[in-house]
């Protein structure tokens, strides 16, 4: 059976051969437009100096200014007074502190009976969770446990946050929250003092600082029969809703 084609006539017949032709021409070119070197050409720089023939420069014209000389000091006098004083003056003498060999000191004997010891009584700081009896809060004196007064302190402060809170315009108007941890101590007298505190933001801090320092004056916490500081340490939540 013979072809319905001719193989002559086939297109695809030596596509591998053109391909790698072309393949091997386009290599070529690439490489030697690596290799091509070009040159900067060199270009004649002139420098052009304008030169002054004549360089005339007009010079001020000057007067030397004569000032008198000042007049000469008066001269002595032929004859010199002496002049007597008239008052007397006296001499203070000034003695000598500085102690040589020949100087004794008298050794001081001083009884043991006779030195006065004052003691200095530091006053005790302890810790609201371990004392022996808490601080008491206004309202919370008919309670007879530690434990109901320890719970009524809380609940008594927490309340006074919740009232005086007023949340900063500033803050609430860029939308800062956030939790502000504060501690204070409560003096021997019932007071708050040295209010520390730790917060996101200063406008927040300032206002915690605020409620804590507005606190009433509370009965102080008693520990082995007398009046001692005790710590405290409550968070503040300001939330933005």
């Given amino acids: 059976m013979k072809p319905k084609k001719?193989?002559?006539?086939?297109?695809?017949?030596?596509?591998?051969?053109?391909?790698?032709?072309?393949?091997?021409?386009?290599?070529?070119?690439?490489?030697?437009?690596?290799?091509?070197?070009?040159?900067?050409?060199?270009?004649?720089?002139?420098?052009?100096?304008?030169?002054?023939?004549?360089?005339?420069?007009?010079?001020?014209?000057?007067?030397?200014?004569?000032?008198?000389?000042?007049?000469?000091?008066?001269?002595?006098?032929?004859?010199?007074?002496?002049?007597?004083?008239?008052?007397?003056?006296?001499?203070?003498i000034i003695e000598s502190t500085e102690s040589n060999q020949d100087a004794y000191i008298e050794d001081v004997v001083v009884d043991i009976d006779d030195v006065e010891v004052g003691e200095v009584e530091e006053e005790e700081i302890v810790p609201f969770a371990v004392i022996e009896h808490v601080p008491v809060f206004p309202g919370c004196e008919d309670l007879a446990t530690e434990s109901e007064r320890k719970e009524c302190f809380n609940q008594k402060v927490q309340e006074h946050v919740r009232n005086t809170i007023v949340y900063p315009k500033p803050a609430l108007e860029m939308s800062i929250k956030g939790r502000v941890f504060v501690q204070f101590v409560i003096d021997s007298r019932g007071n708050v003092t040295n209010i520390r505190q730790r917060g996101p933001d200063r406008l927040l801090e300032e206002e915690a600082v605020r409620i804590i320092a507005a606190l009433p004056k509370v009965k102080p916490g008693i520990q082995r029969g007398k009046a001692v500081r005790v710590t405290y340490a409550i968070p503040i939540n300001f939330i933005v809703k």
């Fill in 6 to 92: 001719n193989p002559n006539a086939d297109i695809g017949r030596n596509s591998s051969l053109y391909f790698m032709i072309g393949l091997t021409s386009v290599l070529f070119v690439t490489w030697q437009s690596f290799e091509v070197k070009t040159y900067d050409k060199e270009t004649d720089v002139t420098d052009v100096v304008h030169v002054m023939d004549d360089l005339k420069e007009d010079v001020p014209i000057t007067e030397m200014v004569r000032t008198t000389p000042p007049p000469p000091p008066p001269s002595a006098p032929d004859v010199i007074e002496v002049v007597e004083d008239v008052e007397d003056i006296e001499e203070t």
